[in-house]
């Protein structure tokens, strides 16, 4: 009996065991691994419609909006609730506007979920809501994102395109695309493990993480300007290409920076890659012509090879090593002090000054100002330009290098250079981020700072450059940019165009560079155009009154008042008259006939054809002429 008893004690001490041990595991399981199960059981039981990534807002430096986000529904499919696949098939394609066959083979694939892309990506409200409405089986809608630019194609090059998969491509979408990304959300379905719904069982929503917020130095009012301005020029001129930049002085911050021709940031696939990639104003590389002569005419200033009462005799040509280099202005300009060297754009006086500082000096301040090399502006694409190498040229490259033949620049390189000529001689780097926000706070987390680079003039050189170039819009060949109260200062540039090694005749890039408030500069802007026709090829006749008008909305825009003092307009401005080519308005609809820049039109009688003119096509008139058109 008493062995018998003890069995049944050990017996029940051994279920005991059993049953703490298997408490003890179900605890364990319950209490400290049942997230973790719990979470894999949903993983099992979820399937999950992505929904895309909210990207950062970008915004001007002014916090006003450039690039938002709309929504743009996705159409996704779960393939094992898909019962009649066929009718299903049928019925979605015909809903999106597409053939069968186009998205046949999504329903093909043995997948939990499936997008149907790209027929099905970032649709229509209105096609969404008709897909709602059918109610297929197995099909469903995410609430997705796509980019949203409330100006359009503005500022087109600098923000680059964004991907179908809402990742950024080129541009600053591309640069930052870290900082935009975000996070992506989802739409959770809970299914069977044969992806039957469960009708039971609610699904939840993990909404997408905003990336951080960009803004930029842009001043989207300037930049508008600017586009305007290059579009006028386009319609106008007909170019090979247009482009500009506006900067500040101070901090080499990009204001405003555009390109022609341009394109659509949303239906960017219609365009060749070639334009989305080339963002002129830091991408093309060309020879400045007079523009460059800042960099020459500082550096003559800083090493003090000529003073600027020091008379020049220009005979229309100089000769170096044998080679006759003319002046632009044919038989010269005479008897001039140095100050009138660079207020008539005398091509031999500037080689005067590239010979009297020579090969390495020259070189070492076309080196300073940043030419020959990559500025490090936050954006793709930027050229380096190519300089000469001063080891393998002669008198004649250093010439013509010194009134900007030879060498080859960027519209960036140049007027970061000029900023530095005009600020107190400091060189910064450009750069076009302001800071990252947090989203829907108008919160900075980082700003960015002026960059220095190095000073490459004294500030007392800096100064004089300020006047002369006051100088050259008062009284040379930019009089046409000048502005009453302003004191703009600035320089022409007429650049040829070499093809094998050989400058065409007739092709030109026009240009001018200006900057104002000469006494305290805030804005300097630059325009070229490459080819235009039906114009006089001068960069004073042509781009200057376009920067003019730049000049004057952005120094608005800034709210810089008009002040007394600066150097007055030269009186023969008025009497001096340019000559322009009158254009064929023969057979035209006198309505599609606009406002003329140069000279007035007068249109006399009702018809609706223009039948004769005069003066004839192709002849001269003068400035601010009548040209008089007459109807049937």
């Given at each position: 009996?008493?062995?018998?008893r003890?069995?049944i004690?050990?017996?029940l001490?051994?279920?005991?065991i059993?049953f703490?041990?298997?408490?003890l595991?179900?605890?364990y399981?319950q209490?400290?691994?049942g997230e973790?199960y719990?979470?894999r059981?949903?993983?099992?039981?979820?399937?999950?419609?992505?929904?895309?990534?909210q990207?950062?807002?970008?915004?001007?430096?002014?916090?006003?909006?450039?690039?938002?986000?709309?929504?743009?529904?996705t159409v996704?499919?779960?393939?094992?609730?898909?019962?009649?696949?066929?009718?299903?098939?049928g019925?979605?394609?015909s809903?999106?506007?597409?053939?069968?066959?186009d998205?046949?083979?999504?329903?093909?694939?043995?997948?939990?979920?499936?997008?149907?892309?790209?027929?099905?990506k970032n649709?229509?409200?209105e096609?969404?809501?008709?897909?709602?409405?059918?109610?297929?089986?197995?099909?469903?809608i995410?609430s997705?994102?796509?980019?949203y630019?409330?100006?359009?194609?503005?500022?087109?090059?600098?923000?680059?395109?964004?991907?179908i998969?809402?990742?950024?491509i080129?541009?600053?979408?591309?640069i930052?695309?870290?900082?935009?990304?975000?996070?992506?959300?989802?739409q959770?379905?809970?299914?069977d493990?044969?992806?039957n719904?469960?009708p039971?069982?609610?699904?939840?929503?993990?909404?997408p993480?905003s990336?951080?917020?960009l803004?930029?130095?842009?001043?989207?009012?300037?930049?508008?300007t600017?586009?305007r301005?290059?579009?006028?020029?386009?319609?106008l001129y007909?170019?090979?290409?247009?482009?500009?930049?506006?900067?500040?002085?101070?901090?080499?911050?990009?204001l405003?920076?555009?390109?022609?021709?341009?394109f659509d940031?949303?239906?960017?696939?219609?365009?060749?890659?070639e334009?989305?990639?080339?963002?002129?104003?830091?991408w093309?590389?060309?020879?400045?012509?007079s523009?460059?002569?800042?960099?020459?005419y500082?550096a003559?200033?800083?090493?003090k090879?000529?003073?600027?009462?020091?008379?020049?005799?220009?005979?229309g040509?100089t000769?170096?090593?044998?080679?006759?280099?003319?002046?632009?202005?044919?038989?010269?300009?005479?008897?001039q002090n140095?100050?009138?060297?660079i207020?008539?754009?005398?091509?031999?006086g500037?080689?005067?000054?590239?010979?009297?500082?020579?090969?390495?000096?020259?070189?070492?301040?076309?080196?300073?100002?940043?030419?020959?090399?990559?500025?490090?502006?936050?954006?793709?694409?930027?050229?380096?330009?190519?300089v000469?190498?001063?080891?393998?040229?002669?008198?004649?490259?250093?010439?013509?290098?010194?009134?900007?033949?030879g060498n080859?620049?960027?519209?960036?390189?140049?007027?970061?250079?000029?900023?530095?000529?005009?600020?107190g001689g400091?060189?910064?780097?450009?750069?076009?981020?302001?800071?990252?926000?947090i989203?829907?706070?108008?919160?900075l987390i980082?700003?960015?700072?002026?960059?220095?680079?190095r000073?490459?003039?004294?500030?007392?050189?800096s100064?004089?450059?300020?006047?002369?170039?006051?100088?050259?819009?008062?009284?040379?060949?930019?009089?046409?940019?000048?502005?009453?109260?302003?004191?703009?200062?600035?320089?022409?540039?007429?650049?040829?165009?070499?093809i094998?090694?050989?400058?065409v005749?007739?092709?030109?890039?026009?240009s001018?560079?200006?900057?104002?408030?000469?006494?305290?500069?805030?804005?300097?802007?630059?325009?070229?155009?490459?080819?235009?026709?039906?114009?006089?090829?001068?960069?004073?006749?042509?781009?200057?009154?376009?920067?003019?008008?730049?000049l004057?909305?952005?120094l608005?825009?800034?709210?810089?008042?008009?002040?007394?003092?600066?150097?007055?307009?030269?009186?023969?401005?008025?009497?001096?008259?340019?000559?322009?080519t009158?254009?064929?308005?023969?057979?035209r609809?006198?309505?599609?006939?606009?406002?003329?820049?140069?000279?007035?039109?007068?249109?006399?009688?009702?018809g609706?054809?223009?039948?004769?003119?005069?003066?004839?096509?192709?002849?001269?008139?003068?400035?601010?002429?009548?040209v008089?058109?007459?109807?049937?």
């Amino acid at each position: 009996m008493k062995i018998v008893r003890n069995r049944i004690f050990i017996l029940l001490y051994v279920f005991f065991i059993m049953f703490l041990i298997v408490a003890l595991r179900v605890g364990y399981v319950q209490v400290v691994k049942g997230e973790i199960y719990i979470e894999r059981a949903f993983r099992l039981w979820t399937r999950n419609i992505p929904v895309s990534n909210q990207r950062g807002k970008i915004f001007d430096r002014n916090g006003k909006l450039i690039v938002g986000n709309t929504l743009a529904p996705t159409v996704s499919i779960i393939p094992k609730q898909i019962k009649d696949k066929e009718y299903t098939l049928g019925k979605l394609a015909s809903l999106l506007g597409v053939k069968k066959e186009d998205i046949a083979h999504h329903f093909k694939k043995n997948v939990s979920v499936e997008i149907i892309k790209p027929a099905g990506k970032n649709i229509d409200l209105e096609t969404a809501k008709r897909i709602i409405a059918a109610d297929l089986e197995g099909v469903y809608i995410s609430s997705d994102v796509i980019r949203y630019y409330p100006y359009g194609n503005t500022l087109s090059h600098v923000l680059g395109i964004v991907g179908i998969d809402n990742q950024g491509i080129t541009g600053v979408e591309y640069i930052y695309d870290n900082f935009l990304m975000g996070r992506p959300g989802s739409q959770n379905i809970y299914t069977d493990a044969h992806g039957n719904k469960y009708p039971d069982l609610t699904g939840t929503y993990t909404p997408p993480g905003s990336g951080f917020d960009l803004y930029l130095t842009i001043d989207i009012d300037m930049q508008l300007t600017l586009e305007r301005v290059l579009d006028n020029a386009a319609a106008l001129y007909d170019p090979v290409e247009v482009f500009g930049l506006v900067m500040d002085p101070k901090t080499s911050e990009i204001l405003a920076m555009a390109s022609r021709p341009n394109f659509d940031l949303i239906n960017y696939q219609k365009y060749d890659q070639e334009l989305f990639n080339r963002n002129l104003p830091i991408w093309k590389s060309f020879e400045p012509g007079s523009t460059f002569k800042i960099v020459t005419y500082s550096a003559g200033l800083e090493e003090k090879v000529f003073s600027l009462n020091e008379r020049f005799y220009d005979p229309g040509f100089t000769v170096i090593d044998g080679a006759r280099i003319r002046c632009w202005k044919a038989g010269g300009h005479g008897d001039q002090n140095f100050v009138e060297v660079i207020q008539n754009s005398c091509n031999p006086g500037f080689v005067s000054i590239g010979m009297r500082l020579g090969k390495e000096k020259l070189f070492s301040y076309i080196d300073a100002f940043g030419f020959g090399k990559k500025t490090g502006v936050d954006l793709l694409g930027e050229s380096t330009g190519i300089v000469f190498n001063p080891e393998k040229i002669g008198n004649v490259e250093v010439a013509t290098s010194a009134f900007g033949q030879g060498n080859t620049v960027t519209p960036l390189q140049l007027v970061n250079a000029t900023n530095a000529a005009v600020n107190g001689g400091v060189l910064n780097t450009p750069y076009i981020l302001k800071g990252f926000g947090i989203p829907g706070t108008n919160t900075l987390i980082f700003q960015q700072d002026t960059k220095f680079v190095r000073r490459v003039i004294s500030e007392e050189t800096s100064a004089v450059m300020r006047d002369v170039l006051e100088r050259v819009v008062a009284l040379g060949t930019a009089r046409s940019a000048y502005i009453e109260g302003y004191r703009v200062g600035g320089k022409t540039g007429t650049a040829q165009i070499p093809i094998d090694g050989v400058y065409v005749p007739g092709k030109y890039i026009l240009s001018f560079l200006g900057i104002a408030p000469m006494n305290d500069p805030r804005v300097s802007a630059y325009i070229a155009i490459n080819q235009p026709k039906t114009s006089i090829q001068y960069g004073g006749v042509i781009v200057a009154p376009m920067l003019k008008e730049v000049l004057l909305d952005s120094l608005s825009l800034m709210d810089v008042e008009k002040q007394e003092g600066g150097i007055p307009r030269d009186p023969r401005w008025w009497v001096d008259k340019f000559l322009y080519t009158v254009d064929d308005y023969i057979g035209r609809n006198p309505k599609t006939i606009g406002f003329h820049p140069h000279y007035r039109i007068k249109i006399i009688g009702d018809g609706d054809v223009i039948i004769a003119q005069s003066p004839d096509p192709g002849e001269k008139i003068v400035q601010d002429g009548y040209v008089i058109l007459y109807t049937n």
